[in-house]
């Protein structure tokens, strides 16, 4: 967030910053699936970022993906615009190619696949499109832009209207806008309590798997991808300020809300993991989450624990439209906004959900299914099963088939507590007192009871099977 300037004035200062934003799954498909629907991902079923495991899958296109946000403004009579990175296996021949449009868009400007700056393909309402490599002309992240400006051209006061932009930045392959090359020249990844330390047998095998701690010539490559990431973001900042200018211009800034978020966290070095996400921890759950709108009271800073699971619920809560029984999260309105008309306290009123403003604590879900491939490229010794390798950092995975968990996260007043239960290999859990170990240095499974093991353990396992706000919603 330290580049984005523009976002911190035009959104944080003048609406809300949610000082405890997190994701339900730290991986980008199943993340971005439930930002869409409003759903846990054992409710979704995208589970990872495979055709196989239902990115952009043809399961996912037959059922959830007719159920998104999108189809619900659609149906209420918005204009509906998608500009920028969809779901990691989107477009692909074997899922219905370019000419798939997801339902609900009237306007849809969907990259074909994962994250790329430059030599891309795009779906422009069914049509590919391929871009090279031309700096002026092929950046995506100005596509989006330009795109988007052609959208709100046709924009009027009068017509409600939902725009959904983005940016590939910052995630891999970084590459930054050419204006942007040489900043941060001295800027290093945070050197945080848990970067690059030996990970002891308290912590999850896979976390002890390859070299530890990483050399220097590794440490100095994590730094030059924090540079990049660096850059990559100045170019999402010059976005935001664009589109607020333009709404300004068209005098709609103050009728629309923009809300900024990201699908995932990220860790460089963190436990002597290069860079990557998927992890339980903190660096790759927590997300910024900024929104300013209509009756959003500026500068304020919102403490109450928020998920991705949540915005569906709340964007159709803030354009006053009703919210599906199927979806799992939580309108954040009544945070917001001092208003009787939501949808949100309708169901608060009638008993379906408690009030969120009663509460002390918050717990939610994080879940992740484990991927892996048979050979890693360049690391061709380990054995099958290794996913999100680096040939170039000492082999070091991310992922493995079997790295699928489940853990709660619990956060409110004293309480701040993360607990999982790894599914495969024996069961291996590890649980942290947040507020006492910020950076979860020390697994403290071993210091609670067997009457609170077995209550986080029932309580784990009504999460993974819950349906809907009423069994999904857990305050104390």
Request: aromatic fraction near 10%; hydrophobic fraction near 30%.
């Amino acid at each position: 967030m330290t580049p984005m300037v523009q976002l911190k004035k035009l959104v944080g200062d003048e609406g809300a910053t949610f000082s405890n934003a997190f994701v339900t799954t730290p991986l980008c498909c199943p993340s971005r699936s439930s930002l869409l629907t409003g759903q846990y991902v054992h409710n979704h079923g995208s589970v990872n970022n495979s055709v196989s495991g239902e990115c952009s899958g043809l399961g996912w296109q037959a059922g959830p993906e007719k159920q998104t946000f999108a189809v619900k403004f659609q149906e209420a009579g918005y204009k509906t615009f998608y500009a920028g990175k969809y779901l990691n296996m989107y477009g692909r021949s074997e899922v219905g190619g370019a000419s798939h449009v997801p339902p609900g868009w009237d306007s849809w400007v969907g990259l074909i696949g994962n994250s790329k700056y430059y030599n891309y393909g795009i779906s422009v309402n069914g049509t590919l499109e391929k871009h090279g490599n031309d700096p002026e002309k092929d950046y995506f992240n100005t596509i989006i832009k330009e795109r988007s400006l052609d959208f709100l051209e046709g924009i009027t006061t009068d017509m409600p209207f939902f725009m959904m932009l983005s940016t590939p930045a910052p995630h891999f392959p970084y590459i930054p806008e050419p204006k942007y090359n040489e900043s941060f020249p001295k800027a290093n990844a945070p050197r945080t309590p848990n970067f690059n330390i030996v990970n002891g047998d308290d912590k999850n095998w896979l976390l002890r798997q390859g070299i530890q701690p990483l050399p220097d010539d590794i440490v100095d490559k994590i730094d030059d991808t924090y540079r990049n990431r660096l850059r990559t973001l100045l170019s999402v900042d010059d976005l935001i300020k664009t589109v607020y200018d333009t709404l300004e211009s068209k005098k709609i800034l103050n009728d629309t809300y923009i809300i900024f978020t990201s699908d995932h966290g990220y860790h460089l070095g963190q436990f002597s993991l290069p860079m990557d996400k998927r992890h339980p921890y903190e660096f790759d759950i927590r997300v910024p989450l900024l929104m300013r709108g209509p009756g959003i009271a500026s500068g304020q800073s919102i403490a109450y624990p928020s998920t991705n699971v949540d915005l569906a619920a709340t964007f159709l809560d803030l354009a006053e439209l009703s919210i599906p029984d199927y979806m799992d999260g939580i309108s954040l309105k009544s945070l917001l906004v001092n208003s009787q008309n939501s949808e949100e306290n309708t169901r608060i009123n009638e008993g379906v959900i408690p009030s969120q403003k009663a509460w002390t604590s918050r717990i939610f879900l994080v879940e992740h299914s484990g991927e892996g491939k048979d050979v890693n490229p360049g690391c061709e010794e380990l054995e099958p099963g290794f996913g999100s390798c680096f040939s170039d950092m000492g082999c070091k995975c991310m992922d493995h088939v079997n790295y699928s968990y489940s853990c709660l996260r619990s956060l409110g007043g004293e309480e701040n507590v993360l607990f999982c239960k790894w599914e495969d290999l024996g069961g291996f859990e590890e649980y942290y007192h947040v507020n006492k170990d910020p950076h979860q240095l020390n697994n403290s499974i071993a210091t609670i009871s067997n009457i609170e093991h077995d209550t986080l353990i029932l309580l784990l396992e009504t999460l993974k099977s819950c349906k809907g706000a009423n069994s999904c919603t857990v305050g104390a």
